[in-house]
């Protein structure tokens, strides 16, 4: 017997495509959640590009069959669009005028008439509203795991002495089939002699040598940057890695990740001529209330949202730092640097830049996919996000995605991860990001 999922309408403004995701089962939905959508079409943000996603695909099911009787779509599942139903269950115990309940009462309706029914919502209140009525509620794409679950992108790996002698000998450490199980490509390694783990190397499993490789030395430190622990030493070996074109930053405020992605990037772009040009951005979503309409032109009104980009511009432009550059507005006026809102960025094709997208963690699965097929030929993309501090009503720690491009890519040969751990802001940030 096939089940049957009502979908709520911020499952369709999060994921147009959602339609299709329910393998070989019917999706119904009310009449009331076309209605809300259309209500969203003519917006300018990703909600109104979904909805009228959402509308130019149904559309193209109308005109294959009835929908209030089910189309059937590609994956061999179905799709009923009906008017909305009333049960008798529901009484006068809720309010029929709200969307969120016409939602609910169509599901407890085909509930009655017998069918197995999961209200999918992304809406928490409306999830707990069908419970107390006896209706199978479930997040979309919603993932059962913590934090500490997700890859991290490094790991110990014990050795005999005489591998590690070796390793430090021949910049090169072979690894047997037998134990490259579980080993992702680009994954950094804690090569440490078994028995004593005070005698570690620092190195990077590469896929097609199969072996682990050092890291890429950092002498003079890079833009007046130094790593100041094991993670920063990764994450910036992945930043300057040519070979690597996708990298995801992954830590609490403070950890230093927008800082040494820019540093990497001024260094690749500016002082190396790896690439073109380097590209910051970041999403336009304020934390808290929002402050309304900003005054000025359009650089005016961006200033506030991209303000931490130019706080750690800031800062690597101090004194001493920088070889050879005093200004970055001097590059920015040169088009050597550009930082701008993701806002921009669709429909674009990017080729030959040092692209970093800062706080990727409030941005959806869809929107990150939409950033990395913007990259053309020769272009390096960085994500860096705190995964604790997401601003986005629908997504969470691990239903993210900056989590979801981690999970999906973590096996591709020019992908790399690092987790940041330590916090080097600022003893203050440190207490604060710990304890409170």
């Known amino acids: 017997m096939s089940k049957t999922f009502v979908l709520d309408t911020n499952v369709l403004l999060f994921d147009p495509l959602a339609i299709f995701k329910f393998d070989e089962n019917k999706v119904y939905i009310p009449l009331i959640v076309v209605e809300e959508v259309d209500r969203f079409k003519k917006d300018q943000n990703e909600n109104g590009r979904n909805a009228r996603h959402f509308s130019r695909l149904v559309d193209d099911l109308r005109g294959q069959g009835s929908l209030t009787q089910g189309v059937k779509l590609e994956n061999g599942g179905s799709l009923i669009i009906s008017v ?26 085909l509930h009655e ?29 919603k993932k059962d795991v913590s934090l500490d679950e997700i890859y ?22 072979p690894i047997e089939d037998a134990k490259m199980e579980g080993i992702y490509p680009n994954e950094y390694l804690i090569v440490c002699e078994k028995g004593n783990d005070r005698r ?16 890429i030395p950092m002498r003079e430190g890079v833009w007046g940057i130094y790593p100041k622990n094991m993670e920063q030493q990764f994450a910036l070996d992945a930043l300057l890695n040519e070979e690597i074109k996708l990298v995801t930053l992954v830590g609490k405020a403070g950890t230093g990740k927008t800082l040494l992605a820019i540093a990497a990037g001024l260094e690749m772009a500016i002082g190396r001529e790896k690439f073109n040009r380097l590209l910051v951005s970041r999403p336009v979503q304020p934390m808290g209330r929002d402050l309304g309409f900003l005054p000025g032109d359009v650089n005016e009104k961006l200033g506030p949202w991209m303000q931490p980009i130019f706080d750690n511009m800031d800062f690597l432009f101090g004194v001493h730092r920088g070889p050879g550059t005093h200004n970055y507005d001097e590059l920015i006026n040169e088009g050597l640097l550009h930082i701008e809102p993701l806002t921009y960025i669709r429909g674009r094709s990017i080729a030959g830049q040092y692209l970093i997208v800062d706080e990727a963690q409030n941005l959806s699965p869809h929107e990150v996919k939409t950033i990395i097929t913007r990259a ?11 995964c604790h501090q997401i601003d986005s009503p629908y997504l969470d720690e691990v239903n993210n995605g900056l989590i979801y491009c981690l999970d999906r890519l973590k096996s591709e040969d020019i992908v790399s991860h690092t987790v940041l751990k330590v916090g080097e802001r600022s003893a203050l940030s440190e207490v604060a990001s710990k304890y409170l």
């Open 376 to 386: 053309g030929e020769g272009t390096k993309i960085i994500l860096t996000g705190d």
């Open 113 to 141: 008439a017998g069918e197995e029914v999961t209200l999918v919502s992304k809406d928490i209140n409306l999830r707990l509203k069908a419970d107390v009525f006896g209706i199978k509620a479930e997040d979309y794409g």
């Open 152 to 173: 991290t992108g490094q790991r110990l790996y014990e050795v005999s002495a005489d591998d590690v002698t070796a390793f430090e000998k021949e910049r090169f450490l």
């Open 200 to 215: 570690r190397a620092l190195g990077r499993y590469n896929h097609s040598k199969k072996g682990v490789v050092p890291l």
């Open 84 to 109: 909305d139903k009333t049960p008798k269950a529901i009484n006068d115990a809720v309010d029929l005028s709200m969307p969120d309940n016409k939602i609910l009462a169509s599901a407890i309706f």
